[in-house]
């Protein structure tokens, strides 16, 4: 058994779910931050479990193939783009093997053919939302495994403009009274700006408002957020501007500054366009849209289909559907507020059914349902080959395994968006 403080020397084969490097020396597991498949490592144990430890990176003997061998302290120090070294072909291809090894592993099929995964021509600025932790004037990441902001120092996957807003609220003096900041980014470039604060204090912006026009802001919220578990609090004040839009395919939607609306937006509307295609809609098609959030699926589908039942358990997103399918001229969609399991059951008149639930997958109630009811076409939209995995595991009672076909929506992590078609076996 290995001990706390070992040097072991280990060979990277894997990443864990957060992008750290996975070493195995027989059936022992190690973790190592900063690590890459294909590298061989010295590493020191600091921690260690029954079955695994987590090492800390000593030295690199032999670099990936892979690796980029460039220096950046600022990347290696802050959380979220833990790929950033590692070549951009071998991200995607690694992307790939993950859904068809997940999806073997927990359905049992074997030989799964899996589309090659459709990536960015170029990942610069391509996050659309951002939250950055203010700290003693600083404003930037936090540093792993530390209480510490590291200073964001240029954009890089960041939304283009955030260093004129970072600049503008440095040199003011309410950067003493934040805690952190959100920018998010549509698709003309304009910016809502979410000013987060820990109490509920006074925010004084006049003194900065010309600035923050001149840095494309069109809108600005104060909110007030007392759980630092959580990006921001229920709680949002409008300070300044009108309402914020952003839009995809064509389609136009209210966004607010909790709306689910997916960080890249040019990835977005390849996925999105795929998973309804994989639809087949015709005209007498009713569809269900499970998880629909704000309606974007919804809309989409819209255009091809007799009608579509958006279903959704957030008040609030289902206000803002009923407000996008008014913009866009909509008159054939349905938004219910509600358990998506039972609405799944309780709407019954439909013949397809789309879903994006969140990274924990479908809860029991919405598989149930769909194996009750067997609509006739299911489009799962997935954010996690395991959760993805497991949940075809139930489905495949009833359904066959079309396409599968995923989308690099976050370059830079271990993160992989899926879209997956499903068919009612003949017998049913």
């Given at each position: ?77 802050i959380g979220g ?160 501007g009108e309402d ?115 990274r924990s997958g ?67």
């Amino acid at each position: 058994m290995y001990k706390i403080g070992e040097y072991l020397e280990v060979s990277i084969v894997d990443f864990s779910h957060d992008g750290q490097g996975v070493g195995k020396i027989d059936d022992f597991i190690v973790f190592v931050d900063g690590a890459l498949i294909g590298d061989i490592v010295k590493t020191e144990i600091i921690k260690l479990k029954k079955n695994y430890g987590i090492g800390k990176l000593i030295e690199i003997i032999k670099p990936s193939e892979n690796r980029i061998m460039e220096e950046s302290n600022y990347l290696s120090q802050i959380g979220g783009f833990s790929l950033w070294n590692y070549a951009y072909e071998a991200q995607k291809e690694y992307k790939e093997s993950l859904v068809k090894k997940n999806i073997e592993k927990f359905t049992r099929l074997k030989g799964v053919e899996v589309n090659q995964i459709i990536g960015m021509d170029n990942c610069d600025n391509y996050r659309n939302n951002i939250q950055l932790s203010v700290k003693n004037g600083r404003i930037g990441y936090m540093k792993k495994s530390s209480n510490d902001v590291v200073e964001i120092e240029r954009e890089y996957y960041e939304p283009k403009g955030t260093m004129n807003i970072v600049g503008v609220l440095k040199s003011s003096k309410l950067v003493k009274k934040l805690k952190m900041i959100g920018i998010r980014d549509n698709f003309l470039g304009k910016k809502m700006l979410i000013l987060v604060t820990d109490k509920n204090v006074e925010l004084e912006i006049l003194d900065i408002l010309e600035d923050l026009i001149e840095c494309d802001v069109e809108v600005i919220y104060h909110n007030i957020n007392t759980n630092p578990r959580y990006h921001y609090g229920k709680k949002f004040i409008k300070l300044y501007g009108e309402d914020f839009y952003d839009e995809i395919n064509g389609y136009k939607f209210l966004i607010s500054p909790n709306s689910f609306f997916q960080v890249n937006r040019e990835q977005t509307a390849k996925m999105y366009n795929y998973a309804v295609s994989q639809l087949d809609i015709k005209s007498e098609d009713r569809i269900v849209d499970g998880y629909c959030v704000i309606g974007t699926i919804s809309m989409m589908v819209s255009k091809e289909a007799k009608s579509v039942f958006g279903i959704e358990l957030s008040e609030s997103a289902i206000a803002d559907a009923k407000t996008n399918a008014f913009l866009n001229g909509i008159d054939n969609t349905e938004f219910i507020l509600g358990d998506i399991g039972d609405a799944i059951k309780d709407i019954r008149v439909y013949d397809k059914v789309i879903i994006d639930p969140p990274r924990s997958g479908c809860d029991s109630k919405v598989l149930d349902s769909l194996l009750e009811v067997k609509p006739k076409n299911i489009v799962y939209v997935s954010c996690n080959p395991t959760t993805l995995a497991r949940d075809l595991d139930v489905l495949l009672g009833n359904y066959e395994l079309i396409d599968v076909q995923s989308f690099d929506m976050f370059p830079m992590t271990p993160h992989v968006e899926t879209v997956v078609t499903l068919t009612i076996k003949v017998n049913n």
